[in-house]
């Protein structure tokens, strides 16, 4: 059996038909559109008429990169008809999530007409219901979990209501969607926006949210759009350069920037203001710095308890970086956590975020917790609430018993064994052309048995294992030194990738040793 057809039965593809389905040029005919879909039709024959009137047009977002992404998509879809819409991304310290109820008045004051909300609104019945007591009309594009009452939009293209697909998408992937109707024609770099919302907002890659991942990449290469390659040092884009270097820089901007510049990532990536693309792009590099350093920081300062089955811990932090240090929490021993921080908006509440693995849903815990919640909304994986600071000891206790009877659990991705003569470009094509991954569709990883150390060569006086192996093949690991490898042989699992340090393209193989 060829390598592609192994590696298929180990990626748990199992018939000719879903192998040739999943190797197949990806094309946007693959994906299911909604331009007929009625609430798309109301939304957009609601733009068109505010846009005839010459009504003000605000479009709403979020201070994540998926709601910087929807916003974005929506306000280049204003820029192509030649209509001067406004934006808004409201700030996490003095704004908060969603559109708030003194927002909706000042927007109200302002004399908007129409109100577009993306990548939150569903769950603002207050506020939607007052815009309208004013005559202003709302279109709403969410994902979001659905309230129990929807609020009084004129449209809510929302993919449950849509029930689109077999897999949740990101918000800017539906605007994406949306721009087909209210353009009437596909614009490339648009559906790129939305599919780095799909990775940003760990959305399954799977069905047709993978086929628009492996499409924006394409169309990324092809391209080159300035927005996406100037904050990469990479020539060679792909969705690990999107996860761990393109998305990160744009998240630092929500969680740590709390005034209102935060909108120049709106005003980059719509193509607004071009000349300053590249002081945009440098901001926030800097910004993205100043994350990495504070969270290292308040992370070290965490004291969690192991014998606990999940960690819910008030922090002297920012709120920007409590979703920062809630993730690097639960990965140091893969326990559903919480991490709260005194409210700047309210000092009477905890606002809080929280991050899980497999088996623990943090958007079921919030259901099941929702006495003791102000305000919340989320993900299976990740959420956000604000709590009273006096139900904290309850809420607390109530998690932590969530938790010990739904155990999370780390998928360990099972290695698929391959020989040192399968390292080549032939296997990087095979597991390229199975790809793209990422959530719940995880990037191979392949164990390589008994390889000789005394031809291991190292580098940083043997700290760090880098073997070349011929035909621009290297072995290399930033973990495992001279010092790891005592015996005369050694198991590692390694992954493959292109590097393309100074111009010059390798395959790396990164490794990790196997311990016994």
Same mark, same amino acid.
């Given at each position: 059996?060829?390598?592609? *057809?192994?590696?298929?039965?180990?990626? +748990?593809?199992?018939?000719?038909?879903?192998?040739?389905?999943? /190797?197949?040029?990806?094309?946007?005919?693959?994906?299911?559109?909604?331009?007929?879909? $009625? =609430?798309?039709?109301?939304?957009? +024959?609601?733009?068109?008429?505010?846009?005839?009137?010459?009504?003000?047009?605000?479009?709403?977002?979020?201070?994540?990169?998926?709601?910087?992404?929807?916003?974005?998509?929506?306000?280049?879809?204003? *820029?192509?008809?030649?209509?001067?819409?406004?934006?808004?991304?409201? /700030?996490?310290?003095?704004?908060?999530?969603? &559109? /708030?109820?003194?927002?909706?008045?000042?927007? =109200?004051?302002? #004399?908007?007409?129409?109100?577009?909300?993306?990548?939150?609104?569903? /769950?603002?019945?207050?506020?939607?219901?007052?815009?309208?007591?004013?005559?202003?009309?709302?279109?709403?594009?969410?994902?979001?979990?659905?309230?129990?009452?929807?609020?009084?939009?004129?449209?809510?293209?929302?993919?449950?209501?849509?029930?689109?697909?077999?897999?949740?998408?990101?918000?800017?992937?539906?605007?994406?969607?949306?721009?087909?109707?209210?353009? #009437?024609?596909?614009?490339?770099?648009?559906?790129?926006?939305?599919?780095?919302?799909?990775?940003?907002?760990?959305?399954?890659?799977?069905?047709?949210?993978?086929?628009?991942?492996? &499409?924006?990449?394409?169309?990324?290469?092809?391209?080159?759009?300035?927005?996406?390659?100037?904050?990469?040092?990479?020539?060679?884009?792909?969705?690990?350069?999107? +996860?761990?270097?393109?998305?990160?820089?744009?998240?630092?901007?929500?969680? &740590?920037?709390?005034?209102?510049?935060?909108?120049?990532?709106?005003?980059?990536?719509?193509?607004?203001?071009?000349?300053?693309?590249?002081?945009? =792009?440098?901001?926030?590099?800097?910004?993205?710095?100043?994350?990495?350093?504070?969270?290292?920081? =308040?992370?070290?300062?965490?004291?969690?308890?192991?014998?606990?089955?999940?960690?819910?811990?008030?922090?002297?932090?920012?709120?920007?970086?409590?979703?920062?240090?809630?993730?690097?929490?639960? *990965?140091?021993?893969?326990?559903?956590?919480?991490?709260?921080?005194?409210?700047?908006?309210?000092?009477?509440?905890?606002? +809080?975020?929280?991050?899980?693995?497999?088996?623990?849903?943090?958007?079921?815990?919030?259901?099941?917790?929702?006495?003791?919640?102000?305000?919340?909304?989320?993900?299976?994986?990740?959420?956000?609430? @604000?709590?009273?600071?006096?139900?904290?000891?309850?809420?607390?206790?109530?998690?932590?018993?969530?938790?010990?009877?739904?155990?999370?659990?780390?998928?360990?991705?099972?290695?698929?064994?391959?020989?040192?003569?399968?390292?080549?470009?032939?296997?990087?094509?095979?597991?390229?052309?199975? #790809?793209?991954?990422?959530?719940?569709?995880?990037?191979?990883?392949?164990?390589?048995?008994?390889?000789? @150390?005394?031809?291991?060569?190292?580098?940083?006086?043997?700290?760090?294992?880098?073997?070349?192996?011929?035909?621009?093949?290297?072995?290399?690991?930033?973990?495992?030194?001279?010092?790891?490898?005592?015996? $005369?042989?050694?198991?590692?699992?390694?992954?493959?990738?292109?590097?393309?340090?100074?111009?010059?393209?390798?395959?790396?193989?990164?490794?990790?040793?196997?311990?016994?």
């Amino acid at each position: 059996m060829d390598f592609l *057809h192994r590696l298929s039965k180990h990626l +748990g593809i199992e018939s000719e038909e879903e192998l040739a389905r999943m /190797t197949r040029e990806p094309s946007f005919d693959f994906i299911p559109r909604i331009d007929e879909e $009625p =609430a798309v039709k109301t939304a957009v +024959g609601m733009i068109r008429r505010a846009m005839s009137e010459r009504r003000k047009i605000l479009v709403y977002g979020d201070y994540d990169t998926d709601g910087f992404m929807a916003t974005s998509i929506i306000v280049r879809c204003f *820029h192509k008809l030649h209509y001067g819409a406004s934006f808004y991304i409201p /700030t996490r310290a003095k704004d908060g999530y969603g &559109l /708030t109820l003194e927002n909706a008045k000042k927007i =109200a004051s302002a #004399g908007y007409g129409l109100v577009i909300l993306v990548d939150n609104g569903v /769950t603002c019945l207050d506020q939607v219901s007052y815009l309208l007591s004013r005559g202003i009309e709302t279109i709403i594009i969410d994902h979001h979990d659905l309230p129990a009452s929807l609020p009084p939009a004129g449209a809510i293209v929302h993919d449950k209501l849509l029930q689109y697909g077999d897999y949740p998408v990101s918000a800017g992937y539906l605007c994406a969607l949306f721009s087909l109707a209210l353009l #009437g024609e596909k614009d490339d770099y648009l559906l790129t926006l939305g599919a780095i919302s799909l990775v940003s907002d760990l959305m399954p890659i799977r069905s047709h949210n993978r086929t628009l991942l492996a &499409l924006a990449l394409r169309y990324i290469r092809a391209n080159r759009y300035p927005e996406i390659m100037m904050l990469t040092t990479h020539m060679l884009v792909d969705e690990k350069t999107l +996860g761990m270097e393109i998305i990160p820089k744009i998240n630092a901007i929500g969680r &740590l920037v709390e005034d209102h510049s935060c909108q120049r990532v709106v005003h980059y990536f719509a193509d607004i203001e071009s000349a300053k693309k590249a002081e945009i =792009a440098a901001w926030m590099g800097k910004v993205n710095e100043l994350r990495k350093t504070a969270t290292a920081e =308040a992370a070290s300062k965490i004291k969690i308890d192991p014998s606990c089955p999940a960690n819910v811990i008030v922090a002297n932090i920012s709120e920007g970086l409590n979703g920062l240090v809630a993730n690097n929490v639960m *990965h140091t021993n893969m326990k559903p956590t919480v991490i709260f921080t005194t409210s700047q908006k309210d000092p009477s509440c905890y606002i +809080g975020s929280a991050r899980s693995s497999d088996g623990f849903d943090i958007t079921e815990a919030f259901k099941a917790l929702r006495p003791y919640i102000v305000q919340s909304g989320g993900h299976p994986r990740a959420g956000g609430l @604000t709590i009273k600071k006096e139900d904290y000891p309850v809420f607390r206790e109530e998690f932590i018993r969530l938790a010990s009877k739904n155990i999370a659990k780390k998928k360990e991705a099972k290695a698929m064994e391959i020989d040192l003569s399968e390292c080549n470009m032939e296997s990087f094509r095979a597991i390229r052309a199975l #790809g793209p991954y990422g959530m719940d569709y995880p990037e191979p990883v392949f164990r390589l048995n008994n390889l000789r @150390t005394d031809t291991f060569q190292y580098v940083r006086d043997g700290e760090r294992l880098s073997t070349p192996l011929g035909n621009k093949v290297k072995l290399f690991s930033f973990h495992n030194g001279k010092s790891d490898f005592d015996g $005369p042989y050694a198991n590692l699992d390694v992954k493959f990738s292109l590097n393309d340090y100074r111009g010059e393209v390798t395959l790396c193989l990164y490794a990790e040793k196997v311990e016994e």
